[in-house]
């Protein structure tokens, strides 16, 4: 447990302290701000219900700052290599499935920093014009259905495919899969979007903004139509818990190889 | 901690790194040399639990390091300093050890950093203890790790090449202080500087072709230059007959130290050797009978 949270508090230290995460970040949420155009958040009426407000917030800061995320977690577990310190942690007496599940807690708690603070901020500069500070409650409560799954999803297969795709594929493969994945109109191409398991969480969305409108595509008819249940609170729970447990397969994957590795034996014969 | 090794065999595909090493190291200082490519740094890592063998046996301090079970014991009470070690540049000394000794299983914090600190004292980055790595000379960073290898007060250090790349005053600083260390503990030291185990060892061993070519006191070792290591004064060209260990210009023409069975020159004289030309005698079979 030590080493867990080791590896979790200095991952979370480390990735916490790059420049480049809090740039990238205010760089996509930004332009999301400026583009969002007259069906963002800013342009609900006043009266708009908190929980829509800060849900339209959430979905429309999913649609590109985990991009961000994914880019600068795809070298956490490879750069161990590249910075030479694997050979030190690999003589040290923790299982390696330890480092990688440190690993994925201590990246998800770097990333949901700014994806948190995105969504305080928007609250609080909603807040003088909606005068309404359940504002900050339903930010934590679109923080924790919409932003923290998609990361918690983005987080696993970020960390574990560039060891076998490299850093640099799994980059622009990463780009294609997140606008066909989440964003491409299911009835123009099969694709996944609108399904339980989009983490740019949809189905979070949607059950946030309850106003009988999907937030994006949520159970839109599509492609895999079993995984397009009508949104309701229980799908948006559902879909909650499949998107978090779709980021840990690749992390089961790897421990399960990991701990082969090193419980592998030789012939000990003197 | 007494290491044994017996027929310990490794191989990368079609290459073979060891290929039935045999050793044995009782305590103290040890000195592991060999050229680039000889094996060292392959037993190193097996030693360090990084690696597994092919086949052969290893126990250390009464583990089996074929098991888990044994890697993972021999482990935790072990400091290793690899070849080429990369620090996170964006911790600071103190950050890192401290995240090494989380994962060596110090968990009294307070006991934790105290030993830090000491650590870092007594390789001389007190000044440098809150600075971020990145900014951080080669010889500095090997001070961190060298700091790292010691926490937790391990019974077996392993070094890989410490001294690669380092000044003579770092060099010098860094022997002194792994002899001071082996006191109280096992260190390994695997490295082709061959002064450097001149100065440190009294044990030592050579793998040569994945084999060990010798193994024995570093005196033992000079011996084998013994009545082959000849001077020659000339201001001409170097000798062809033998392998010039050393060449110095002074006024009076070149002086050559050359390790060959027959004299190199006629006006050549017998001279005392250095480990160096033991280590030289036996890799090219110089010498003339093998001893010990």
Not at chain 2, 171 to 187: E, G, H, N, Q
Not at chain 2, 265 to 277: C, G, I, R
Request: net charge positive; with cysteine.
């Amino acid at each position: 447990m030590t080493a867990l949270l080791a590896v979790a508090r200095y991952e979370f230290r480390m990735q916490a302290r790059k420049r480049s995460l809090w740039i990238a970040a205010t760089l996509l949420g930004g332009a999301l701000i400026v583009l969002q155009g007259d069906r963002g958040p800013r342009s609900l009426p006043v009266g708009t219900p908190a929980r829509e407000v800060m849900g339209t917030w959430a979905l429309l800061f999913a649609i590109l700052m985990p991009l961000a995320y994914g880019m600068l977690l795809a070298d956490r577990l490879v750069r161990d290599r590249k910075l030479r310190v694997e050979p030190l942690l690999e003589s040290l007496p923790h299982a390696p499935a330890t480092r990688l599940a440190g690993k994925y807690l201590g990246g998800i708690g770097a990333c949901a920093l700014p994806g948190l603070a995105a969504l305080l901020l928007a609250a609080i500069t909603e807040l003088p014009k909606r005068h309404d500070p359940a504002l900050i409650g339903w930010a934590l409560v679109a923080f924790v259905v919409v932003t923290l799954p998609g990361i918690a999803m983005v987080a696993g297969f970020a960390l574990v495919c560039p060891v076998i795709v490299s850093v640099p594929l799994f980059r622009v493969l990463f780009v294609g899969y997140w606008f066909w994945g989440n964003m491409l109109a299911p009835d123009f191409l099969p694709s996944l979007t609108g399904t339980l398991l989009t983490p740019i969480g949809d189905y979070g969305a949607t059950w946030l903004l309850a106003n009988g409108h999907t937030a994006l595509f949520a159970g839109t008819p599509g492609f895999l139509s079993f995984l397009r249940p009508d949104p309701s609170a229980a799908t948006a729970a559902l879909s909650v818990a499949v998107v978090v447990l779709c980021g840990l397969i690749p992390l089961a994957a790897a421990a399960v190889v990991a701990h082969r590795s090193t419980r592998q034996t030789w012939p000990s014969k003197a | 901690m007494h290491i044994e090794i017996a027929d310990l065999r490794r191989r990368f595909g079609r290459v073979t790194a060891l290929d039935g090493v045999d050793l044995t190291v009782a305590g103290g200082m040890f000195g592991l040399l060999g050229t680039n490519g000889a094996g060292k740094t392959t037993l190193m890592r097996i030693l360090a639990g990084v690696l597994p063998a092919t086949s052969g046996r290893v126990i250390a301090g009464g583990h089996d390091l074929s098991t888990r079970a044994g890697r993972v014991a021999v482990q935790r009470r072990l400091g290793y300093l690899p070849q080429d070690l990369g620090l996170y540049p964006d911790l600071t000394p103190t950050e890192f050890l401290d995240y090494v000794g989380l994962l060596k299983g110090l968990d009294d914090r307070a006991a934790r950093r105290r030993q830090a600190a000491e650590l870092l004292d007594l390789v001389g980055l007190s000044d440098v203890a809150g600075r971020k790595l990145k900014g951080f000379s080669g010889g500095m960073r090997r001070r961190v790790g060298i700091a790292q290898a010691l926490l937790g007060d391990p019974a077996l250090l392993i070094v890989d090449e410490p001294t690669v790349g380092l000044d003579p005053e770092e060099r010098i600083r860094f022997r002194t202080l792994l002899s001071s260390l082996a006191d109280a503990r096992t260190v390994l030291l695997s490295t082709h500087i061959v002064e450097d185990v001149a100065q440190t060892c009294r044990q030592t061993a050579v793998l040569a072709g994945g084999r060990v070519a010798f193994t024995g006191a570093v005196t033992d070792l000079t011996a084998r230059a013994e009545g082959v290591t000849w001077e020659i004064v000339t201001p001409g060209p170097p000798p062809t007959d033998g392998v010039v260990v050393s060449a110095i210009a002074r006024t009076d023409g070149t002086h050559y130290r050359v390790v060959s069975p027959q004299p190199p020159a006629p006006d050549a004289v017998l001279v005392t050797p250095s480990l160096e030309e033991g280590y030289v005698a036996l890799m090219r079979s110089a010498a003339p009978a093998p001893v010990g």
